[in-house]
């Protein structure tokens, strides 16, 4: 079924389609219609699952967290001081392997106060161990709350589907619904290894000493490292069933491409446009966006990046002191290949919702082919100075 | 008194003994938070009329019921008083730990 819908409704949709269980939320500007549509749809019992009212994001995921250790699917839905708010359960979730699953609209941090679209809010999560996924298109954002289920499920590792403010969130695109019991075909029920129940009575998150703290981070690293095979495993057999592959990157034609745009969200869409209109006049673009940014994709950009002469990193935020978050982190994945490391430079754009325009990328592929290195550490694109 | 399991210390030779979730982990096997305590309830089990209500309230779960009257499990009750305040007889009296 086809229908025409927001991004914050397929976020919904995703959660329906997964029979989330155990919805636990607080709304908060772009988030609500996520909300509102979960409500409507337990209300209306097409969704069969407990809906809690609570009055803080904190207490959106502690109840998410104790309804997942007790055996259930659950779902929640942030964005920017809502997510800050949650941030200590973040912890609690990953620390204590629940696998729940979070839409999260980037929205910039106030203050300025700011309803408008930044990724400043999760990549400020980056080291609570999540995976996250940043969408570019709504139907990406149905079919990959759907996938983070089977992923963060089979692993038990919280994943947070992550899309821009607006640019999406509000934005209505055509989304193919997938049938239900096709759904049920890829997405098993949840059935975790332990849970809280009387009959089997444990202790969770209680005190760990010295002796045992440390193998527990161990064993949530050695599962974070199995998220990108399984992304790949779990995106393939979604692309049998429903026709769209969902993988850790989108590679749009890097194959001959003298400079390669590294992009997030909305802005990788955008860059494809501009892609298409560099090489009409000539110079040959590429574009890789990182759609799973935790775990990072480190086999697939050092797999594509170089093989262009330039590379150049789109950050839609900015790592105060250091330089943008993307940046820093294809950097470091290129770091000791100095046989096939083309150059990086660093672009900040779009900042609290300013637009990243198709003429924004003919702008930075022309400032990267014009220099041999970058000249500055990080380059604002666009900043009235 | 319920059969407590032997106090001793979990310790798991390698990561894949450690289970996946924090969970269980034994340590209140060895902690013995009564140390703590520097008031500690006594119960008039005369004026007691088996409610359950000190039961219920202990948030450290050191009381037991044992023959249907209160058991406070010295080697965990923190000497919080909750039990006494909650108690509808005020039969729970909290003394001063001597030593
Ligand atoms: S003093 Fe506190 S810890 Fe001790 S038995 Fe009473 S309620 Fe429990
Ligand atoms: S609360 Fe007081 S009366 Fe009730 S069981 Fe405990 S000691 Fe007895």
Partial sequence: ?385 | MKDKKKAEKIIFKTEKEVPLMPMSLGSMLYNKTGAWRNIRPVIDLGNCIQCGICWKYCPDVAIYIENEFPVVDLEYCKGCGICAEECPTKCIAMVEEEK
């Fill in chain 1, 1 to 385: 079924m086809k229908k025409v819908i927001m991004g914050n409704h397929a976020l919904s949709w995703g959660a329906q389609l997964g029979r989330a269980q155990v919805i636990a939320a607080y709304p908060i500007t772009p988030q609500t219609q996520v909300v509102e549509l979960l409500s409507e749809m337990c209300a209306s019992k097409t969704l069969d699952a407990k809906f809690i009212k609570v009055e803080s994001e904190h207490s959106a995921m502690a109840a998410c967290i104790a309804a997942s250790i007790a055996g259930a699917r659950t779902f929640t839905a942030t964005s920017a001081q809502g997510l800050a708010l949650m941030h200590e359960l973040l912890h609690w979730a990953s620390g204590g392997r629940n696998p729940v699953v979070m839409g999260n609209i980037n929205r910039a941090m106030a203050p300025g106060w700011s309803i408008w679209t930044d990724q400043n809010d999760s990549l400020s999560q980056r080291d609570t161990g999540w995976i996250q996924f940043y969408c570019s298109s709504n139907q990406e954002v149905m079919d990959t709350v759907v996938q983070a289920f089977r992923v963060s499920e089979e692993l038990m590792i919280p994943s947070m589907v992550i899309l821009d403010a607006f640019a999406l969130s509000h934005t209505y695109e055509v989304v193919d619904i997938p049938d239900q019991d096709k759904v049920d075909g890829y997405l098993p029920p949840f059935k975790p290894p332990v849970r809280l129940t009387p009959s089997d009575p444990h202790a969770f998150g209680g005190l760990t000493s010295p002796e045992h703290y440390f193998e527990l981070r161990y064993k949530l690293q050695k599962d974070m490292e199995k998220v990108p095979d399984l992304v790949e495993e779990t995106g393939r057999e979604y692309e049998k069933l429903f026709g769209r592959y969902l993988g850790q990157v989108e590679d749009y034609r890097c194959d001959d491409a003298e400079i390669i745009f590294v992009t997030s969200g909305t802005a990788g869409y955008t860059a494809r446009v501009g892609v298409d209109q560099l090489r009409q006049d000539g110079i040959k673009a590429g574009n890789l966006r990182i759609k799973m940014f935790r775990p990072f994709p480190f086999a697939k950009v050092r797999e594509i990046l170089p093989r262009a002469a330039k590379v150049a990193v789109v950050d839609r935020n900015i790592s105060y002191g250091h330089h943008g978050v993307f940046y820093q982190e294809v950097k470091s994945a290129l770091y000791g290949r100095d046989h096939d490391r083309p150059p990086v430079f660093g672009y900040i754009t779009g900042l609290g919702g300013r637009d990243i325009m198709p003429e924004t990328f003919k702008e930075m592929a022309r400032m990267t082919l014009a220099k041999d290195k970058p000249e500055e550490d990080i380059t604002w694109m666009g900043v009235k100075r």
